[in-house]
């Protein structure tokens, strides 16, 4: 690609490769914007995952053209994510489709088990993100909530503004 000799020719596509492949995704997250990397929604989380596993195909190419793929690979995956984010902005319905829903585990101090089993989480999960959270009582526990990237949500404290659960989900059987 650029040298006769291996060694040389590896380390310059090595450091020329991923040089110009990084610039190209700073220069794409730069256009599109500050949420691209985001993890807001599931959707965001599969492209930050493939953006990776593309930037990684781009370093290793051989040729031109497997060069030219990922990096224009990376510009259709990013922008195909800024279209659903304003999509999900300008439609409800497109919303719903696209979104996961935010499940409360946990609420005041009282593990909700159908939550857990619905969700697929295990008790000892949970109670390792309580310890994570520094919650020292289930007493204390206001809430915690499986968010729509799989994060764990865990709210403690004196009082908890019901707005904070807002389009979070309990579950009763």
Known sequence: MFFDSVPLDILARALLLSAIALVWVIFVVRVIGLRTFSKMTAFDFVATVATGSLLAGACQATTWPEFAQPTLAISALLGAQFVIAKLRQASDQIEETVQNEPVILMRNGKIS??????????????????????????SDVRAVVLETTGDI?????DDLDDAMLEGARSVTS
Not at 113 to 138: C, M, P, Q, S, Y
Not at 153 to 157: P, Y
């Open 153 to 157: 949500s865990v709210l403690h404290g």
């Open 113 to 138: 088990d159908d939550a857990l089993r619905e969700t697929r989480v295990a008790r000892a999960d949970l109670i390792a993100k309580l310890r994570e959270a520094n919650a020292l009582r289930f």
